[in-house]
């Protein structure tokens, strides 16, 4: 679905992210773990066409299609192929309804015929349909995020990006981000990239795994292989 090739990635003069691989399979959840700093969300920016990658590779190929070079195109057109992005903060619009913003989400679909919000969106956050009407930014902190994240479900993206969804959130709030990570993967058929800091959750959730450190992906496999030795060596501040 998803291949990346040394990618390649230079702030100024600064070399970011170093020859990066990483391939995602449909259905499948792979987190992407890295203490702070060590070029996550960098990674992820030059996915969804925020940051210009110096060099290497990015396609994306859906079943039965030829596979489309991500680099070619600009950042709207991304979301449109089929990425759905939530940052680690909601940027949510505060001062307009959740209905509103879920709205304005869908304008940047293809079909301007098919802009209804999806019945899927308030199955999944029933307290978001209850409240539709009320203004964002007095929702609490949970439900403000659950509005970023319908607002990218609501273009029914095939594959999903999450930025540490259960940062800042408490040991309950953080489980139920876990279980509705394992719905939206396991029960719609979502592939997801998890970019997270809790290796608890990743091993959770997640069927692959990428660590990076510096830039580097210095680790990657199956989930089982996350042991606690890699976690030690590489899951460190720089």
């Known amino acids: 679905m998803l291949s990346l090739r040394s990618v390649n990635q230079f702030y100024g003069q600064k070399h970011i992210l170093w020859d990066v691989d990483l391939d995602l399979t449909p259905g499948s959840c792979t987190g992407v773990l890295g ?11 030059c996915i969804m066409g925020n940051l210009p990658v ?23 057109q991304r979301a449109r192929t089929g990425i759905g992005y939530v940052p680690q903060k909601s940027h949510i619009f505060s001062q307009m309804s959740v209905e509103d913003n879920l709205l304005i ?35 609490p902190v949970n439900l403000q995020q659950q509005l970023a994240l319908a607002r990218a479900l609501v273009l029914k993206p095939r594959l999903l990006i999450l930025d540490e969804p259960a940062s800042n959130l408490s040991p309950w709030l953080a489980e139920e981000t876990g279980n509705l990570i394992q719905r939206l993967n396991r029960e719609y058929g979502l592939t997801i ?46």
């Open 35 to 45: 203490s702070s700093g060590m070029g996550k969300t960098t990674l992820v920016n």
């Open 54 to 76: 110096n060099s290497g590779s990015i396609c994306w190929q859906e079943a039965g299609y030829p596979p489309e070079d991500l680099l070619l195109q600009p950042a709207m």
């Open 105 to 139: 989400a869908l304008m940047a679909a293809d079909d301007e015929r098919n802009r209804a919000i999806p019945e899927m969106v308030f199955e999944l956050f029933p307290a978001l349909y209850s409240l539709r009407h009320q203004r964002s930014g007095e929702l």
């Open 193 to 238: 990239l998890l970019l997270e800091q809790q290796v608890s959750l990743i091993r959770r959730v997640a069927d692959y795994f990428l660590l990076l450190y510096r830039g580097r992906n210095v680790a990657q496999g199956r989930v089982a292989q996350l042991d606690d030795l890699t976690i030690s060596k590489w899951l460190t501040p720089a």
